[in-house]
Every structure is written in structure tokens, then in C-alpha cells.
Nanobody, 124 residues
Framework: QVQLVESGGGLVQAGVSLRLSCAASGHIFDNNAMGWLRQAPGKEREFVAAFSWNGDSTYYADSVKGRFTISRDIAKSTVYLHMNSLKPEDTAVYYC?????????????????WGQGTQVTVSS
């Protein structure tokens, strides 16, 4: 049973914008922090952005702060990642995840639930 469904990846040029979507099953959306992580080729998966479980707070990785914005539509149980001023170093598979946020020097998100991943490729 697929519980997190992502869409919106693609191949774009540097400097443009792209929006990713993650539609969640209602019980997951209502009871978990939700956000995005990404994994570039040859690198470990890294945190990108997340909402707290109640939606009151947002968290961003320093590398995307000021360029990416996370938003959500409660009625649709959907979380979005608005990516502006994309750079080649943003190239990665982006994963939607649901779980708990935590702080260990930087913010991150546990992956109790995962989407299938969507490829974002930014050409220079």
C-alpha cells in the first residue's frame, strides 16, 4: 500500500524553479512531521526541509535556505517543495518522508514512511 506519492521532478536548467508534490494518506499526514530529503549520486541522503508534526514550524537545510520553501495543503494531505534558483548541486533524487523532526546540530527528519523518490536534474 503506497502511502506517500511524489511527483514533479524533471530535468531543468540552472536558475529556474520547480515544484515537488507529495500526497500522503490522511493518517500519516495528520500524525507525523513531513518533509523532504535528497540523495545525490555517490553521497549520503541529506535533509532538505520539513514541517513539524503540527505544521507550526518549518525547518530547512542551510544549503537551501532562502531558495526552497516547504508548504502544505491540509485539505489535500499534500506537502510541496517549491525550489527556486536551482543549482546543478541540487541534482538528486528527492524523497518525501514522514516521521519525527529532531535536532542534532542541524535539523533532520526520521523516515518512518518514505515515498518512491523523484529525480531532479539541474543542468548548468
Amino acid at each position: 500500500q503506497v502511502q506517500l506519492v511524489e511527483s514533479g521532478g524533471g530535468l531543468v536548467q540552472a536558475g529556474v524553479s520547480l515544484r515537488l508534490s507529495c500526497a500522503a494518506s490522511g493518517h500519516i499526514f495528520d500524525n507525523n512531521a513531513m518533509g523532504w530529503l535528497r540523495q545525490a549520486p555517490g553521497k549520503e541522503r541529506e535533509f532538505v526541509a520539513a514541517f513539524s508534526w503540527n505544521g507550526d514550524s518549518t525547518y530547512y537545510a542551510d544549503s537551501v535556505k532562502g531558495r526552497f520553501t516547504i508548504s502544505r495543503d491540509i485539505a489535500k494531505s499534500t506537502v510541496y517543495l517549491h525550489m527556486n534558483s536551482l543549482k546543478p548541486e541540487d541534482t538528486a533524487v528527492y524523497y518525501c518522508a514522514a516521521g519525527s523532526t529532531y535536532y542534532n546540530g542541524t535539523y533532520s527528519l526520521t523516515g518512518d514512511y518514505w515515498g518512491q523518490g523523484t529525480q531532479v536534474t539541474v543542468s548548468s
